[in-house]
Nanobody
Framework: QLQASGGGLVQAGGSLRLSCAASGRTFSNYVMGWFRQAPGKEREFVTAITRSGSSTYYADSVKGRFAVSRDNAKNAVYLQMNSLKPEDTAVYYC??????????????????WGQGTQVTVSS
């Protein structure tokens, strides 16, 4: 089970930190990803982090502004979002991928999903 939190309303240029708490399985066995979905749009990849946290991947639209991290001892993954823009407004989802072979930007490669947390950036 994944539980995302930390969303809210922030002005453009501001920051938010999302958290995703995992339970029920060995957290370190999973690649973790963050996706987002804006109204009327498809769910899109934001970032992913490997099992050990040694590698991270970002969508071009958030590179340099967002940072993903994880704490396997706490069964948690985090998304630090800085320099937020109105176009970052969306519901943000954390997801877990347990596959050995995967392509991290594809939602279908993820086995478990959190419920989502709303991020709204005002201009």
């Amino acid at each position: 089970q994944l539980q995302a939190s930390g969303g809210g309303l922030v002005q453009a240029g501001g920051s938010l930190r999302l958290s995703c708490a995992a339970s029920g399985r060995t957290f370190s066995n999973y690649v973790m990803g963050w996706f987002r979905q804006a109204p009327g749009k498809e769910r899109e990849f934001v970032t992913a982090i490997t099992r050990s946290g040694s590698s991270t991947y970002y969508a071009d639209s958030v590179k340099g502004r967002f940072a993903v991290s994880r704490d396997n001892a706490k069964n948690a993954v985090y998304l630090q979002m800085n320099s937020l823009k109105p176009e970052d407004t969306a519901v943000y989802y954390c997801a877990a991928c347990g596959r050995r072979s995967y392509y991290y930007p594809l939602p279908d490669n993820y086995d478990y999903w959190g419920q989502g947390t709303q991020v709204t950036v005002s201009s």
